[in-house]
């Protein structure tokens, strides 16, 4: 099975912060990533695939991008509702591991 | 709109078995791929397993921890996804979701194109507590 890594683990940022969140895959996985954004109780929502490639929906702040082994999702001007916990998921192979996750909260 | 409505998740006893479902209303479901993800408390997200349209052969898949325990399984006329869980241990506790299978195609070379999958629409899930 493919084995995901993300660090941060945990992140404190400020309203208007540029962050940015590395992902990391144990093989190759092309651009077969996604990147998936949880409030707490919440479901998860998808915010990205394809390494960068924006949900429907989803606010140009937000970034991806990556091949291979390693991937970025950088969040360019934080808002209120992106305090969260972000996950990022290979789609190369099954199972379709995710990462650990990456906790995103108020400075 | 599309909707996913998770049900039957409870308190069962470590080794018991139980049956949760995942009902869909807003799309065609009979078309539509389903993917079983998890949340221990506390923790991250683990998938569990997907099983494709019958189109495609309503194949399931699973990952290596529920594996030979798990089965899941879809009706179609009832626009109904099911997750059956035997032999349930103390760390197959949590939420369990189910979503769909979004997709898009993404570069082609000159004999096939990647296709992307990722989880489009998510239920809100139903808890499953084992503990004896």
């Known amino acids: 099975d493919i084995q995901m890594t993300q660090s941060p683990s945990s992140l404190s940022a400020s309203v208007g912060d540029r962050v940015t969140i590395t992902c990391r895959a144990s093989q190759n996985i092309s651009n077969y990533l996604n990147w998936y954004q949880q409030n707490a109780g919440k479901a998860p929502k998808v915010l990205m695939y394809?390494?960068?490639t924006l949900q429907k929906g989803v606010p140009s702040r937000f970034r991806g991008s990556g091949s291979g082994t390693e991937f970025t999702l950088t969040v360019t001007s934080l808002q209120p509702e992106d305090f969260a916990t972000y996950y990022c998921?290979?789609?190369?192979?099954?199972?379709?591991?995710f990462g650990p996750g990456t906790s995103l909260d108020v400075k | 709109e599309a909707q996913l409505v998770e049900s039957g998740g409870g308190l069962v006893k470590p080794g018991e078995s139980l049956r949760i479902s995942c009902e869909a209303s807003g799309i065609i479901f009979s078309n539509a791929w389903m993917i079983w993800v998890r949340q221990a408390p506390g923790k991250g997200l683990e998938w569990v397993g997907r099983?494709?349209?019958?189109?495609?052969?309503?194949?399931?898949d699973y990952a290596t921890p529920v594996s030979g325990r798990f089965t899941i399984s879809r009706d179609d006329s009832k626009d109904t996804l099911y997750l059956e869980m035997n032999s349930l241990r103390s760390d197959d506790a949590g939420v369990y979701f189910c979503?769909?299978?979004?997709?898009?195609?993404?570069?082609?070379?000159?004999?096939?194109?990647?296709?992307?999958?990722?989880?489009?629409?998510w239920g809100k899930g139903t808890t499953v507590t084992v503990s004896s």
């Open positions: 394809a390494a960068g």
């Open positions: 998921q290979q789609s190369y192979r099954l199972p379709y591991s």
């Open positions: 099983i494709t349209s019958k189109t495609h052969g309503g194949t399931p």
């Open positions: 979503s769909t299978v979004g997709w898009d195609i993404g570069d082609c070379n000159a004999t096939r194109c990647q296709t992307f999958y990722f989880m489009e629409v």
